[in-house]
């Protein structure tokens, strides 16, 4: 049955009409909504910028590759360059990056000083490739697979260790993912459990509106666009406390930040993701919850 | 306008409420339907406006057969009727104009439309005046008068009230009676529950007296028969 204009209008009327005159339950329902989803999105905005770290850790693990020292210069290009094209042809290698015996030095005399200047005389380094994997879990199998080459003298990326810093990572994510997920039922539970009391108290209202005739599409509606409003309004709270917050936190961290590996997530992207996420949640919540509760009380 | 065909109804605890009614209101008829607390009335009024359906037998209501109807058609059928309790059943937080534009509201009337009929039913029960007043700030007789006009906007054929004055005090039952008779002198069908003896007695219809789930007495401008 195709529905008029003036009836949809009359709908979305009627649902804000309601919302005003059940005014202590429409405060019930928003607030529940803005507690839950404050806490889906701080713990959300938490868990994003716990998992950028883990990704960033991750991606920090590289492998070294030592190269085999020949005395002939053009020999040990030729062999370098070899080598090099063949860990870049690697199915998942994302990155090889040449750094000469010199450049080695340099770096460690920038870490530790100028006493290490008098290895300049003799270097007693080795010209090496830095390797990054595109998976980096699959480090030790790339590592592995670069051992077999010719002229690697060694191959390092800390084996164990990177093994077990992968493990931790992976479980923190499934714990993170699980807590979310566990807040995310939490939050279901409780905001439709409030509105179904809501939508209770007004079961005499549902039973007269059938009898007037009503169809149940009729009835539904009105209540399911409340349900949709309490979602909105109760979103609005925590949006804003999450955004201002987590700029004001960004702004004051990001600074001193600079250089290391743990960094926050940007605000732009960041914060517009978990807004939409809110505010989605809250509208889907607030609908699925009222459905479920007039349903209850159509049945004839 | 009203058959029932050898209607049972059994609820699903075991209890037969009503036990082969066979029964026939003509168009226009104002029919009283009394009996002890406990005989089936009720339950033979919930038939007519499909609150419940019959066991087994057949109810046809304007033309509607009661027994086949989907539930989907319901809310469709009850537009052809109007329905009257003894507690109103009023929207509390609309207020008397709201409530009665209620039932033109859920079949999508012109608003035009809608102002009009609604005004001139007020108009018919006397409450024109207290359009924009909520039903907790009416006298009980004002709300009957409110649920009256409700159920006479769409104009049915036939209207139905369980007990309409079980509520009020002698004095507002009279009115109400009074608003009853204007509207079945206007050619709807009424089928009202009662227990007000004196109201039988005075306005005499016909009466259908239920005990035991079946129909001991039907008797055109009879009395209520019961004592107390």
Redesign the interface.
Same mark, same amino acid.
């Given at each position: 049955m195709a529905m $008029?204009g003036?009836?949809i209008r009359?709908h979305f009327r009627e649902s804000l009409k309601?919302l005003n005159?059940?005014g202590w339950m429409t405060f019930a329902s928003i607030s529940a909504v803005t507690v839950t989803l404050l806490l889906v999105g701080v713990f959300t905005v938490i868990m994003m910028n716990l998992n950028k770290l883990a990704d960033d850790i991750e991606n920090d693990v590289e492998i070294r590759v030592l190269i085999e020292i020949i005395e002939d210069p053009t020999e040990a290009k030729a062999a370098e360059e070899k080598l090099m094209k063949e860990i870049k042809s690697l199915p998942d290698v994302e990155e090889v990056v040449y750094s000469s015996k010199e450049q080695e030095l340099n770096n460690l005399i920038e870490d530790f000083g100028d006493d290490l200047s008098l290895f300049e005389q003799s270097n007693p380094l080795r010209n090496v490739l830095y390797v990054k994997a595109a998976d980096p879990q699959q480090t030790a199998a790339v590592a592995k697979k670069i051992e077999k080459f010719d002229n690697t003298y060694d191959v390092v990326y800390g084996e164990g260790k990177v093994e077990k810093l992968f493990s931790v990572l992976n479980t923190s994510r499934n714990v993170g993912l699980v807590l979310i997920l566990g807040l995310l039922f939490t939050a279901i539970f409780l905001i439709s459990n409030t509105i179904r009391i809501t939508i209770i108290a007004r079961k005499?209202?549902i039973?007269?509106? $059938?009898?007037?005739?009503?169809?149940?599409s009729?009835v539904r509606i009105p209540f399911v666009l409340e349900g949709m409003w309490l979602g909105v309004l109760g979103a609005i709270i925590p949006m804003v406390v999450v955004s201002i917050v987590y700029y004001n936190v960004y702004n004051i961290l990001e600074p001193r930040l600079h250089g290391e590996l743990l960094q926050m997530l940007n605000v732009t992207p960041l914060l517009y993701q978990v807004n939409a996420l809110l505010l989605i949640l809250g509208i889907l919540i607030g609908i699925w919850g009222s459905f479920m509760s007039v349903r209850k009380f159509l049945k004839? | 306008m009203i058959q029932m065909n050898n209607v049972v109804k059994k609820y699903p605890n075991g209890v037969v409420a009503v036990n082969g009614i066979t029964v026939d209101i003509k168009k226009g008829e104002f029919v009283y339907v009394v009996g002890p607390s406990g005989a089936g009335k009720s339950t033979f009024i919930k038939l007519m406006?499909?609150e419940e359906k019959p066991s087994s037998g057949d109810v046809i209501i304007a033309g509607t057969n009661i027994s086949t109807l989907k539930?989907?058609r319901? %809310?469709?059928? &009850? &537009?052809q009727l109007g329905?009257v309790f003894q507690d109103f059943?009023?929207? %509390? &937080?609309l207020n008397v104009y709201e409530n009665v534009a209620?039932?033109l509201?859920?079949?999508?009337e012109q %608003?035009k439309a809608i102002r009009k009929r609604v005004m001139e039913v007020l108009e018919l029960v006397g409450l024109k005046h207290k359009v924009r007043m909520l039903p907790s700030e009416l006298s009980g007789g004002e709300q009957q008068r409110v649920s009256i006009a409700?159920s006479i906007v769409?104009m049915p054929k036939v209207v139905i009230a369980d007990e309409p004055t079980g509520n009020l005090d002698p004095e507002t039952s009279w009115e109400i009676m009074n608003i009853f008779e204007e509207i079945n002198a206007r050619g709807t069908t009424i089928v009202m529950a009662t227990h007000n003896r004196e109201i039988v007695n005075t306005i005499r219809k016909r009466v259908i007296a239920i005990e035991g789930g079946m129909i001991v007495r039907d008797v055109y401008g009879g009395d209520y028969g019961y004592e107390g």
């Open positions: $008029k003036r009836t009359r309601s005159r059940n005499d209202e039973e007269i509106m $059938k009898l007037v005739g009503a169809t149940n009729f004839i | 406006y499909r539930n989907n319901v %809310p469709y059928f &009850r &537009r329905v059943k009023l929207l %509390p &937080r209620y039932a509201e859920v079949i999508e %608003p409700r769409n």
